[in-house]
């Protein structure tokens, strides 16, 4: 079988300090229907992390000062100016750019495979694996995407046959560019695909590949420089800092080339009558006014989670996930859903079924009746979640874990489902608005 090692970086290793790696969250605990209050067990990290310590701390030191960026002359354009471009050398750092790439502060990842899609050479072949996230799957095919044709592969049934299927679909694509878009690992089992050796293949083959690093950096170092990939699209707000902001980095060329993302102040060099002259990278791609405080949150993420300090989160990480996938294999009824199998290598998420219980209720009874958060549905990523669900069953239940994970609420968890598989929920529940929310409930906020 081909290994898939964590992607390994030539980010220089800095020592690791997990002591500041704390996540800010309110110690008010969260309200269940009896009435009771219990700390609330987040098993949510894949949708959205919460906020390290050091980017709230970062985040409350920039507040003062934010002001425009590359436009006044004021004292605070300047400090937002130079805290923006700092910003940008520590993600280029935290994604181990080389050093003429490019690095493009976007809203997220799926604005990132957008401004890609609408960046690649006109005609450009993407091949695109059917289990990614939505994110990842649907770009290509934008009216506004410049690829002539997208080529979308089965779910492999093995990290050998996505190897060999993208080599496949690669050497088949007419002559001229040719892009591989791939996740590194699954946002639906949180299996690690095999990056290197799809970058080998795809290289191969005179073709690019962009790695939706969405699941893996909050997870795992990830560097260009060392997988060879050519493009990485990660989001702030699954890598413990607020929403709005993510970057796409990698080479230079195919967005220099590209008309900008967006029309509009800060893309523009020169603007007449009658003409634009549009700016050089990274502004010809940040046009409007860029979300500083977005960039510093991430900057302070990406300075936090150095490599040493990712790869010791990432073993006391491990330790909690497999606690997690002992005790569900332990109840009767519980089945996960894997691509590869349960042995293959993974970062913290799991989605599960459990027999006579609908997804949406087992979520709904394990927040209102447990305190425990965790997401139900098919994950933006349906024809890989419904190909891997088991008979009967419309949608899944997804527990992902991060740094403020505890073994209590791994223990709760467990507790909970087996709990609710022996006896079903103690509560009613009814819809509303598309959610099961319970009835009645004395000790929800809503
Ligand atoms: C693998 C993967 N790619 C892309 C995305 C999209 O990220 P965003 O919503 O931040 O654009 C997600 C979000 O769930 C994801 O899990």
Known sequence: MTTVSPIHTARSARSANTARCTVVSSDEGVPL???????????????????????????????????SVHRGAGHHSRVSTEAYERARRSAARFLGTRPADAVVFVRGTTDALNLLARSVPEGCTVVVFESEHHASLLPWGHPAARAG??????????????????RAALRAAPEGPRLLCVTAASNVTGEIWPVEELVAAAHAEDARVVVDAAQYVPHL???????????????????????????????????????PYLSGGGATRL??????????????????????????????????L???????????????????????????????????????????????????????????ALSAEYGIGVRDGLFCAHPLTRRLLPGGHAQAVRASLGVGTTGEHVDRLVGAVADLCARGPRWEYVDCDGRLVPVPDPGQVL
């Open 306 to 364: 150095t490599p040493a300090t990712q790869e010791l989160l990432h073993i006391r990480e491990s330790v909690l996930l497999e606690r997690l996938r002992a005790g569900l294999a332990g109840i009767d009824g519980v089945t996960e859903l894997t691509l590869w199998g349960e042995e293959h290598p993974r970062v913290g998420i799991v989605s599960f079924t459990v027999e006579g219980l609908p997804a949406d209720l087992l979520a709904a």
């Open 149 to 166: 044709r997208v080529v979308r592969l089965p779910p492999p049934a093995t990290p050998e046959r996505a190897v060999e299927a993208a």
């Open 221 to 259: 170092p990830f560097s260009l420089e060392a997988t060879g990939a050519d493009y990485v699209a990660v989001s702030a707000h699954k890598l413990y800092a607020p929403f709005g902001s993510g970057v796409l980095a990698g080479r230079a060329d195919w967005l220099r080339d590209a008309a």
């Open 33 to 67: 229907v009896t009435g009771e209050r219990v700390e609330y067990a987040n098993f949510d990290y894949a949708a959205s992390a919460p906020c390290l310590t050091p980017v709230a701390e970062a985040l409350a030191e920039a507040l003062p000062y934010y002001a």
């Open 271 to 304: 603007v007449t009558e009658h003409d634009v002259v549009w700016n050089d990278l990274p502004a010809r791609h940040e046009a409007g006014s860029p979300n500083v405080l977005g960039a510093v949150a991430l900057a302070a993420a990406c300075d936090t």
